[in-house]
């Protein structure tokens, strides 16, 4: 360990020399050698000696951690061992640790002797001052101990001794206080009563009461002074010092330390200055909790002037801040050590919102804090505006999921009752108008599963049981949004005994909001949304985000209402133009039109079935491009247009396809549409053999299934598809020829039963091939059933026609005509 000298660790030992009178005083560091690092006495030896730690008595010292005193080292078994005591160098030996350092202070001599406390007690009071000197220079027990590093920080605080003999009334000053006070050597009185001439007036009493006190107890101080020098100027000096006992206990001198802090004063100052020109509130609590400072806008936000708040309890003070988040994280940082950064309200007076950041320090807790209720207002009004959002979104969401999937405008009254419980009430109820123009309790949902069968009950009976003053009623009666700050008082007292009011009371609600669903000024429902006892009514901002999702909801449904209508109008259009098939002495026919799940998607599909004049029987299917009531009547055009074509030509498919794309270019019918037409025949030599021919042809419709007795399913398609019609009124058609056994069964089927967005065209034929190899020999009615039900269990987005034909096993015996074998376009 490198030695470490300087001028006032030098004047120190030299200190405990003249007042103890040893051989030798030494301050030494203890590391893994003991280095002497200053030494003085008229046989001290150089400084920087290292020894080993087997060899050092201050290593004992440092080790024991109190004053090592020993009379006579060559008998005392704590050192006898140790070569400066068995060699007789040292024959009594005084060592006082330095606190908190590897270090200790000593003075021994050659000869045994007795030590007395008066010595004890000086040689503790260098110590302390040595160390306290150390400490301020910034040398810790982790930093290297270079010797310039030591000197440089001693000489750089400044510091000076002072002795003050209080029998003889004699001052000792080292050179370094002496400029401090505005003497010099030659011209200082080296009196007590000259140093109490330059100190400043106002401080006068303060310095005589401490040094008062420090002869009365014994005790040691720490005081800071303003000094007044001759010219004038003023000064700050900072002693700390202790009184020197005698053998009888009395104080005989008073020996410290003091320096110039007149630069930490005025840094000091400018903290303050800053402090105080900040913009954040600042305070200090001592560790009693009593304010130590306040800054100028700590005393704005607390409300409270300095003079009331300096020393006084901050508990006492703030009262409401007993068990409060600010008391929590006040004591944790005080008892941990650990800084605290939170956010907390402060109730009435001060009704604000604080950030707050804790400093802690040995001499208590630092606060700087600022009120941040306006940020968070704006905050909150964020994330409502965000929660309002979200709702809103979820409503929409839920409104065209549930009235598009044809739940109705109960099972979305249903949803959206559970989309605004929680957030905006504890339970809810939504009416609906229906179609006897009585308003229903529809849906209901509380917030916690065991009110749900409770709140049900009581939707399901308080209608009939509420009287004509009823908040529903009223908000009915006017459209508005009618709020119920006491529910018992407007309903709950005035029901009548039995499971209603019971079920009332279970509830037990404490406010409520009920308000009508209007769209085009018709009142098509209504909401009624509680809250419990316990939870604050609705706010300003929350009554208006009730009424924008009572306004969507009374849209969706209005819209909803209204695209049922155009459903039901396409729909029973539609119907109207679907005739029933006719009766066959060789086949058996089933028809099936399957109207969409959506309104919009009805209109288009279509089918018929009719017998020639010469006994063939034709079928066919078709899909008018568009799903509305157009699209309908564009449809009835075709199937008339083309059944009168069939029926008065006795032309085969393709020629009927051709003549019918004709038309539409003539008679000026401008849409588009697939279609496939097949017409089954039976010449004489077909009954022998029991067969039946089937003469087809498609015009961009799904292909023809026949399922064989056997149970194999055919596809009828060609390579590639003809043209639909409307695009090309002169394009060339085909007709394909295709053989039945006995017992076959021919389907023809629109796309909307095997295509849609979850379900690719032919993925679609390829499952409808499959599901009618696996029904099989079902009767043809309940086939179609079954079809239907398997392909789209959830409904078709489009609407679905299907015509299925099953020939007969034997035929029937009588009379059949039929007309000629057409087997190119143009017969």
Do not use: K
Request: with cysteine; proline share 6%.
């Amino acid at each position: 360990m490198a030695p470490v000298a300087g001028p006032l660790l030098q004047r120190l030992t030299d200190l405990a020399v003249r007042l103890l009178g040893p051989d030798v005083a030494q301050l030494s560091l203890v590391g893994a050698v003991q280095t002497a690092a200053v030494v003085s006495g008229p046989a001290a030896g150089p400084a920087g000696a290292e020894v080993s730690l087997a060899e050092s008595l201050c290593a004992v010292t440092v080790e024991a951690g109190q004053p090592l005193v020993v009379r006579d080292a060559a008998h005392d078994p704590r050192v006898a061992g140790r070569p400066p005591a068995a060699s007789g160098a040292v024959g009594a030996y005084l060592g006082v640790p330095l606190e908190g350092m590897a270090a200790a202070l000593c003075v021994f001599g050659a000869e045994p002797r007795d030590w007395t406390d008066r010595d004890v007690a000086v040689l503790e009071l260098l110590a302390e001052c040595a160390a306290s000197e150390l400490r301020l220079a910034g040398v810790s027990a982790e930093s290297e101990a270079s010797g310039w590093r030591w000197a440089l920080a001693i000489d750089a605080a400044e510091l000076g001794s002072f002795d003050w003999d209080a029998v003889a009334d004699r001052l000792i000053w080292d050179d370094r206080l002496l400029p401090v006070y505005g003497w010099d050597r030659a011209h200082f009185p080296g009196t007590l009563s000259a140093l109490i001439e330059r100190v400043h007036p106002h401080d006068r009493e303060g310095v005589i009461a401490t040094i008062s006190a420090a002869l009365a107890t014994g005790d040691g101080f720490d005081q800071e002074h303003r000094v007044q020098l001759p010219g004038g100027e003023v000064r700050w000096a900072r002693a700390r010092g202790r009184a020197v006992l005698d053998d009888t206990g009395a104080a005989v001198r008073i020996v410290g330390v003091a320096h110039d802090s007149t630069d930490q004063r005025r840094a000091e100052a400018q903290v303050s200055r800053v402090l105080e020109s900040m913009p954040a509130a600042f305070f200090s609590l001592g560790r009693d909790w009593s304010f130590t400072y306040v800054n100028a806008e700590a005393e704005r936000l607390l409300g409270n002037g300095r003079a009331e708040l300096l020393g006084g309890d901050l508990w006492e003070l703030f009262p409401a801040a007993a068990g409060s988040d600010f008391e929590r994280h006040y004591r944790h940082a005080m008892d941990s050590g650990e800084p605290a950064l939170f956010q907390a309200w402060y109730p009435p007076p001060l009704d604000s919102w604080y950030e707050v950041r804790a400093w802690p320090s040995d001499e208590g807790l630092s606060v700087y804090f600022l009120d941040i209720t306006e940020r968070r207002r704006a905050e909150e009004a964020t994330r409502r505006d965000a929660e309002r959002l979200t709702l809103v979104a979820r409503v929409s969401d839920v409104l065209s999921t549930a009235l598009v999937d044809r739940r109705g405008a109960r099972g979305a009254l249903q949803e959206i009752v559970q989309a605004v419980v929680p957030d905006l009430a504890d339970w809810a109820i939504a009416s609906l108008v229906e179609e006897d123009g009585r308003l229903h309790d529809v849906a209901s949902w509380h917030r916690d599963a065991a009110g749900r069968p409770v709140a049900a009950t009581y939707a399901r009976l308080r209608l009939a049981a509420l009287t004509s003053t009823a908040p529903i009623v009223e908000a009915l009666a006017t459209g508005e949004v009618i709020v119920v700050p006491d529910v018992a008082a407007a309903v709950g007292n005035g029901l009548p005994e039995g499971e209603v009011r019971e079920a009332y009371w279970v509830l037990d609600p404490g406010t409520a909001v009920a308000l009508a669903l209007v769209a085009r000024g018709q009142v098509l429902g209504a909401m009624t949304l509680y809250r419990d006892r316990d939870r604050a009514p609705m706010d300003a901002r929350e009554l208006e985000l009730l009424r924008e999702v009572a306004d969507r909801v009374a849209v969706a449904l209005d819209g909803a209402a209204l695209q049922e209508q155009q459903r039901r109008m396409a729909e029973e259009l539609q119907r109207s133009l679907l005739t029933d098939p006719p009766e066959s002495d060789h086949c058996e026919i089933a028809v099936r039109y399957v109207p969409a799940v959506q309104a919009a998607q009805v209109g288009g599909d279509w089918y018929d079935a009719f017998s020639q004049p010469g006994g063939a029987t034709v079928v066919a299917i078709g899909d008018v491009v568009g799903h509305d009531t157009v699209a309908a009547a564009a449809m009835g055009q075709l199937r008339s247009l083309l059944r009168g074509i069939a029926y008065s030509g006795g032309a085969g498919p393709a020629a009927v396809l051709t003549d019918l794309d004709r038309a539409m270019e003539g008679l000026q019918v401008r849409t588009l549409a697939t279609a496939a037409v097949a017409r089954l025949e039976r010449a004489q030599v077909d009954r022998d053999r029991g067969e039946t021919r089937l003469r087809w042809s498609n015009a961009g419709h799904p292909p023809l299934l026949v399922l064989t007795p056997g149970g194999r399913v055919e596809v009828l398609a060609t390579e590639r598809a003809d043209l639909m019609l409307g695009v090309d009124p002169g394009t060339s058609r085909r007709e394909q020829v295709t053989v039945l056994e006995h017992g076959s069964t021919v389907l023809l089927y629109t796309d909307g039963l095997v295509e849609g967005p979850d379900l690719p065209l032919d993925e679609g034929v390829a499952r409808l091939v499959g599901l009618l190899a696996e029904l099989g020999e079902v009767p043809l009615e309940q086939l179609l059933d079954q079809i239907v039900v398997r392909m789209r269990p959830q409904g078709s987005e489009d609407d679905v026609a299907l015509v299925a034909v099953r020939l007969y096993r034997e035929d029937v015996p009588q009379p059949f005509e039929v007309g000629p074998d057409v087997s190119s376009p143009g017969s």
